[in-house]
């Protein structure tokens, strides 16, 4: 038996049978979904729609071991928590050129080199949200006026040291927290690289 006959088998995705707006803000949209399963089930799904240009996340790395995070007000934790710079991509924006703008305009920084590391959503069930995560490397000193309400605090940590900042009451954003490990061991990764190459 082959690897692929073990696979577990996903059944038809439901087909979409009414699609309604329920309601609508500046930065929310709320959608209701009457679906039916392959099973004739019917159910009705609400969701909140992502933005239909997409959103980056980025890990700027001023060096190899550090890591730079901004301080913002977090409006629905109503208080301020220690996150990734992160952004909307703007109409007529690729990903790159997303990341290094809100790099610039949030955290006073463009970067010469920024890769894609992961993609992230986040709840999935109830929102159609993706996030870019990028990782930036050679930064340099550029600001740009951002929509910021105040200027956000900047702050370097070393990027080894992620269990320090899980204790703290102020980082616990899941999408950041992903995001860092995954860039953590990316650098782990390239580091052991970089020295079998030397041998």
Do not use: W
């Not at 190899?64 to 995070?69: A, D, F, Q, T, Y």
């Not at 605090?153 to 992620?162: A, M, N, R």
């Amino acid at each position: 038996m082959s690897v692929s006959d073990t696979s577990p088998r996903y059944p038809q995705k439901p087909r979409i049978l009414a699609r309604e707006s329920v309601a609508r803000s500046r930065l929310f949209h709320v959608e209701s979904l009457d679906l039916r399963f392959s099973n004739g089930e019917e159910r009705q799904f609400e969701r909140l729609t992502g933005a239909e240009n997409g959103a980056v996340m980025i890990v700027a790395m001023p060096d190899p071991e550090h890591v730079l995070l901004i301080r913002e007000y977090a409006a629905g934790y109503e208080d301020y928590v220690l996150t990734l710079p992160k952004g909307l991509v703007d109409p007529g924006e690729d990903v790159v050129t997303a990341a290094n703008r809100e790099l610039m305009e949030e955290c006073g920084f463009g970067a010469h080199r920024i890769e894609p590391l992961v993609e992230l959503s986040l709840a999935p069930n109830y929102m159609r949200h993706r996030m870019q995560v990028m990782i930036a490397f050679d930064l340099y000193p550029k600001r740009l006026p951002g929509d910021e309400p105040e200027p956000l605090i900047v702050e370097t940590h070393p990027i080894d040291d992620l269990p320090a900042l899980l204790l703290r009451d102020d980082f616990h954003e899941a999408r950041a927290i992903a995001a860092l490990y995954i860039a953590r061991d990316r650098m782990r990764d390239e580091k052991r690289q970089s020295s079998a190459d030397l041998l």
